[in-house]
């Protein structure tokens, strides 16, 4: 039903939040597919999760600052913007202002393409985005791309993605930039934040696990009452299906995300599996941060346009995460901070 063999290849291309870990995949993927790799990020280079030396790397650079997006696209052929000052719902929900700074970012970068007439750009939005008064109850509907419309957006980050979504649009439609959008629904795996504040759910629960199980522990702290859904997409999924956008000619938003909706009880005894342990005791923090109620990616736009769709389990995907976070942890202790708030 769906097509397999694709690859962007040949290219010299840009990658701004390479240090990161969505765009630490997407330089280690676009690098094995035979491309040239500019990687930058504000990180400085003992932070970045994934590091390649074969790529040109601009460590501890500040997008905020229009003359190094001006310095980095030169003779570039594409433009990825992974870049944004996120996290989970801990961080974003207590750093409003930090987060609808990266507006700074996307505008630079899109002014500093159109200058040097770069072929295509893309932005990575988010399920934040969407209307949050439609996210109201658990296992919802999945979200379809028209829901984001009348704007009410997560406070902060979430106006900060809907606005820089439609100055890519205007950049399309007034000078003529190509831009490809997608709203990313929970992504995760490995190289990517399990500790220190900007943790994910996915990333947070296995570590507390992981975490319960190597002290004995018989509880785990866990944020709302357990009820609350959500989807969660595997980052090699979400790189796929980002690839395959860029390559498509469709420049409106589009979601990249699963649609196999759970609960975060759902989800914490599939970890729970995972480790081979009985289940733990659950302490419910309902004074901790819970975005939305209920949220879910409706894939059907994407089927349509890409002949796509992902395949990765959310029990599958969260035991590569499992593992790979219980070998950091083995390793470097618990208590990493990759990248506390400047
Ligand atoms: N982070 C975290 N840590 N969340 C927890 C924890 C924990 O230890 N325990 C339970 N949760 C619950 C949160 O209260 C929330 O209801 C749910 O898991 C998901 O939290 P999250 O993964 O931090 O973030 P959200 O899905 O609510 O929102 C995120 O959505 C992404 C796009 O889908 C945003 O924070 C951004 O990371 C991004 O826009």
């Known amino acids: 039903m769906f097509n397999n063999n694709f690859m962007i290849k040949s290219k010299k291309i840009l990658i701004v939040g390479a ?30 999760f994934q590091d390649f030396p074969e790529a040109e790397n601009h460590y501890a650079m500040d997008m905020k ?9 030169e003779n570039i052929d594409y433009v990825f913007n992974m870049a944004c000052n996120m996290g989970g719902m801990g961080f974003i929900e207590n750093n409003k202002a930090e987060c609808m700074q990266s507006v700074l970012i996307n505008t630079n970068l899109l002014i500093a393409c159109k ?42 980050y979430g106006w900060e ?44 629960l296995c570590r507390k696990v992981i975490l319960a199980k190597k002290e004995n ?49 759902q989800m914490i005894e599939m970890i729970e599996n995972i480790s081979g342990v009985n289940s733990f005791n659950k302490n419910y923090q309902l004074d901790k941060p819970k975005g939305v109620r209920g949220r879910s990616s409706n894939n059907d736009l994407i089927k349509k346009v890409l002949n796509w769709s992902y395949k990765m389990s959310l029990k599958d995907g969260l035991s590569k ?21 400047s």
């Open 19 to 48: 240090g990161g870990f969505i765009g630490g995949h997407l330089v280690n993927r676009l690098l094995k597919d035979g491309n040239s790799i500019v990687a930058s990020d504000i990180k400085p280079k003992e932070y970045w």
């Open 65 to 73: 600052d229009i003359s190094n997006c001006r310095k980095v696209v």
């Open 115 to 156: 200058e040097k007439k770069v072929q295509r750009y893309f932005f990575s939005s988010s399920a934040c985005a969407y209307n949050t008064t439609k996210q109201k109850d658990v296992f919802i509907e999945g979200l379809k791309e028209e829901d984001a419309y009348p704007a009410n957006p997560e406070d902060g």
């Open 161 to 204: 993605k809907l606005f820089s979504e439609r100055m890519c649009r205007h950049f399309q439609e007034d000078y003529g930039l190509e831009v490809r959008v997608a709203r990313y629904h929970n992504i995760y795996g490995p190289y990517g934040t399990y500790d220190g504040g900007r943790e994910k759910a996915p990333a947070a």
């Open 217 to 265: 522990l018989e509880t785990i702290d866990v944020w709302g009452d357990g009820q609350q859904t959500r989807t969660f997409l595997y980052v090699d999924e979400c790189v796929e299906g980002t690839l395959r956008l860029f390559e498509s000619n469709h420049s409106d938003p589009i979601n990249i995300g699963s649609d196999e909706q759970v609960s975060i009880n």
């Open 321 to 341: 995460t499992y593992k790979w976070i219980e070998s950091e942890m083995n390793q470097k202790g618990s208590n990493i901070n990759r990248f506390t708030k």
